[in-house]
């Protein structure tokens, strides 16, 4: 880059791109510089920049007004005058125009665009490193910008093609068709970007689906037309690339499942020990063999959320879910501030996985008992044999009264939800414990250790949970596998009847989890026993360690 005045030997033509777009351009054209005028590049660079800037001061622009309603956002004077601005640059230096390959230039582009830190500041100067990518970065986009033009999506309709498909991909065929903030894959989409940054993944990758339909079928239930009732999924997600094969292929469009559907066996060393004790019953079609092998239906299911619905069952305003998201995941999702009209989001968080006990069908059938265990995830426990809480214990119980169920003609249900610690992180779970084991580890100042760490005792938030019923096809529990008044509540709100509660049994409580078992009834949890004073919690203590100095 050169100071104004000195004179350079020119890197590239010195005439201006070819003029695209408007016709009129060439009454008004952009001023230029000195500088400009002698170095070409240069004046690529700073339009580059200048967008950047544009960018931003929308950005800032929306953010302000998000004390609105976002739905009702509407482009005032500044930010028509923005893309009025951006238009002009388009049209003087066509994005297409910048080089991005060839080793000479793509150096002078980069030395330009850094600054001494060596950080780019200008987007359009990164060279995408992916085949099928753009050189420009799209910081955000927005309704009414010239090319959006997202897919209908009417979330709630029975028809899906009415309904239309969650299309989020960023493809170069995709990417201004899109009807939802975010992408696929919950928590593992950031190792889908690692792989396409370590060049290990191609962008434009296009699943083959072949022989990967569902492997039983599920539904539709009316349920799947109320958008009420399901909010935090895509109803139609395990059929997405069948329901929408010529939006597939004759326009291009990437449209993947949110859901899979598979058949499996599954074995649980504890099961073994319910076939010999006689407690389960091999059949041969349920529960396979004297190893307590069981033949499962299971069902994979990655978070969609259609935020109106997200707000409404947490009592909010939309606007106030959509700034919270932005802001608290550290500005990861700008449409959601800029892209009012997109009412679908996929959050990269954990999903959740279904197993299913007999035949799939029962599950939906008033006329049979369903046994339903819904389980939040705890590695330590449910995958390590943790005995400082009730987590396996339970899921074990669950499981072998579901298969129960199925093998006296009725259906066996439990849902995995991955919500590791209470969904605080594995991380503070283990804090706590530190806290606990360090401390006099009572009953009760179960919950007071928690919050004195996270801030919050519990961050599970039931609501969204029973939408997984509602999908199912469930409209009544009969034997609810879990004391959680706060699942209890989510389920019964959402209009499901549970007919009878049933808690873990004394005997499959280690001892150690007691103080969690305690406290838990204590504070509302389902308990068909005692429910301790808070004097006598506080007697209730757990091992200690053996290495504390006190």
């Known amino acids: ?39 070409p590049i240069l004046a690529q660079v700073l339009a580059a920049v200048k967008r950047l800037e544009l960018d931003h001061g929308r950005l800032s622009l929306l953010l302000d007004a998000i004390n609105g309603r976002i739905e009702n956002i509407s482009f005032n004077k500044d930010i028509a005058k923005m893309m009025t601005e951006e238009q002009s640059l388009d049209r003087e230096f066509p994005p297409e125009s910048i080089p991005t390959s060839g080793a000479q230039e793509d150096g002078r582009l980069r030395s330009a665009a850094e600054d001494t830190t060596g950080v780019p500041r200008s987007p359009t100067a990164v060279k995408s490193p992916q085949r099928g990518g753009t050189s420009r970065i799209i910081l955000t986009t927005y309704p009414g910008q010239s090319g959006i033009d997202p897919i209908k999506m009417d979330w709630g309709n029975m028809d899906p093609r009415a309904r239309g498909p969650v299309v989020v991909s960023r493809q170069y065929d995709t990417v201004r068709r899109r009807n939802a903030i975010g992408a696929h894959g919950g928590s593992y989409s950031i190792y889908h970007a690692l792989a396409v940054a370590s060049n290990n993944l191609d962008t434009e990758h296009r699943p083959d689906f072949t022989n990967t339909e569902p492997a039983t ?21 395990h059929l997405a690339p069948w329901l929408f094969d010529e939006l597939r292929t004759d326009h291009q469009l990437d449209i993947r499942p949110t859901i899979a559907i598979t058949r499996a066996h599954m074995k649980l060393p504890e099961l073994a020990d319910s076939v010999r004790s006689g407690r389960l019953v091999p059949d041969g079609k349920i529960c396979l063999n004297e190893t307590g092998e069981l033949a499962v239906t299971k069902v994979a299911v990655e ?4 935020l ?10 939309e606007g106030t879910l959509r700034r919270a998201l932005f802001e608290v995941t550290g500005g990861s999702f700008p449409e959601l501030i800029t892209r009012g009209d997109i009412k679908v989001f996929l959050p990269p968080i954990g999903g959740l996985t279904v197993y299913i006990f007999g035949d799939p069908a029962k599950m939906s059938d008033p006329n049979v008992k369903l046994a339903l265990r819904v389980h939040d995830e705890c590695n330590g426990s449910d995958v390590f044999g943790s005995d400082i809480c009730t987590c396996r214990p339970y899921l074990i119980f669950g499981v072998e009264e579901a298969v129960k169920e199925a093998q006296k003609g009725g259906s066996g249900v439990v849902i995995y939800f991955r919500k590791e610690g209470r969904a605080l992180g594995e991380v503070t779970k283990y804090l706590v414990y530190n806290a606990r084991k360090r401390g006099s580890d009572r009953a009760s100042e179960y919950f007071k250790r928690t919050e004195n760490i996270a801030g919050v005792k519990d961050m599970r938030f039931q609501a969204l949970m029973p939408d997984i019923l509602h999908w199912l096809g469930i409209t009544k529990i009969d034997r609810m596998l879990s004391m959680s008044n706060m699942k209890h509540d989510a389920i ?12 873990i049994p004394d005997n499959l409580i280690p001892e150690d989890s007691r103080v969690e078992i305690d406290a838990k009834i204590h504070a509302g949890y389902f308990t068909s026993g005692k429910v301790m004073n808070l004097e006598e919690l506080s007697n209730v203590q757990g091992r200690q360690w053996d290495d504390v100095d006190h």
Not at 217 to 237: E, H, T, Y
Not at 308 to 317: C, K, L, S, T
């Open 1 to 39: 880059m050169t100071s104004k005045g000195e004179q350079t030997e020119p890197t590239a033509p010195k005439e201006t791109p070819t003029e695209q777009g408007n016709p009129d351009t060439s009454k008004n054209p952009p001023f230029k510089t000195a500088d400009e005028k002698e170095n």
């Open 217 to 237: 079928k599920i539904g539709p239930f009316p349920q799947w037309g109320d958008k009420k009732k399901i909010v935090a999924m895509d109803p139609w997600g």
């Open 303 to 306: 978070p969609v959320w259609y």
């Open 308 to 317: 109106p619905g997200v707000a409404e069952r947490f009592g909010i305003d």
């Open 492 to 503: 019964v709100e959402q209009g499901i009847p549970i007919i009878e509660r049933v808690p």
